[in-house]
């Protein structure tokens, strides 16, 4: 049997933060391969009741994005995030030195899921949540903020990049430290665009400035792409799978090495870098699979990534142990619950 070959969808992390800084840079930002998912809608829907030009988000289609500056328009209404954890995190962090009120809200999931991890660091940068801080709906009371050197309890990219996003809206520098190392897209793309995003001591320094509006292509998503990869592992026949374009960032591709223990056979092919994100082809095999341990530190490079994981290591000779997964409990759904549930079905 010939090849199959894939090309997974844009990134859905990185889609966001082109979203997002392409709204706070002065002028037209075009973006090519964005997600043209639900969560971006919700990205794009924002950043329009914030005075931000976004042209429609529609599968093949560029997305232009006309920036205002990091001073935004109060919004008309409340600002709906859906379904979306990271729009809301990280809309936050825009918000929260701007020079006006808002009230931000999502769906019964996301007004579930835990606000304080960003509520509590931007708070002391100087936003105010005079109706309370740990779930949505918030009312966020933006205004002049102070500079912050934070010790994240949490290894979030969301909490970083909101962190991130306040320092560039309030013009102060932050540093932010995290118990291990969260995903770095944002940390990649403001360097890629010039600023001065440094490390000290495995923290992150951003010292803010102004963001140039610029063209970007969003790398194929690693999350998506895990999907066909284990399918291809697991199958029958001896189809290769090649998957063009995936981002490899080291911070999102910790399942590749994961499987790399489990003996599946994952070569990268093409590997370069794009305005700071690694990218590859992968093609894959099919191969027999042995358990393994995930540490602690891995677990933020392949978070999205547990479940598939999780179903490969139920296919796998031995045992599988992942570390310290909690934070799967606070995602969409309990993935936990409901992966124990389901391969228990199995
Ligand atoms: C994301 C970070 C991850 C991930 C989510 C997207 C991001 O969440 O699960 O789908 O774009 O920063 P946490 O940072 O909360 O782990």
Known sequence: MGDVVLRPPGDKSISHRALLFAALARGVSEITNLLPSEDLRSTGRVLRQLGVEVSPIQAGRAVRVHGRGPRL?????????????????????VLAAQPFSARVTGDSSLRRRPMRRVTVPLASMGARFPRGDERLPLEVRGGRLVPLDYASPVASGQVKSAIMLAALTGRVPVRIAEPFRSRDHSERLLEALGLDVGADNGAIVLVPDDVPPFQFTIPGDASSAAFLVAAALLAKNQTRLVLRDVGVNPTRSGFLQVLRRMGARVAR???????????????????????????????PSLVDEVPVLAVLAARAEGTTVFHRVGELRVKESDRLGLLAANLGRL
């Open 269 to 299: 092919q093409r590997r370069r870098v794009v305005q700071g994100e690694p990218i590859a082809d992968l093609i894959v095999d099919a191969s027999p699979l042995r358990g393994t341990v995930i540490r602690a530190s891995e677990i």
């Open 73 to 93: 328009r109060p919004p008309s209404g409340t600002l709906h995030c859906g379904n979306s954890g990271t729009t809301a995190r990280l809309l936050l962090g």
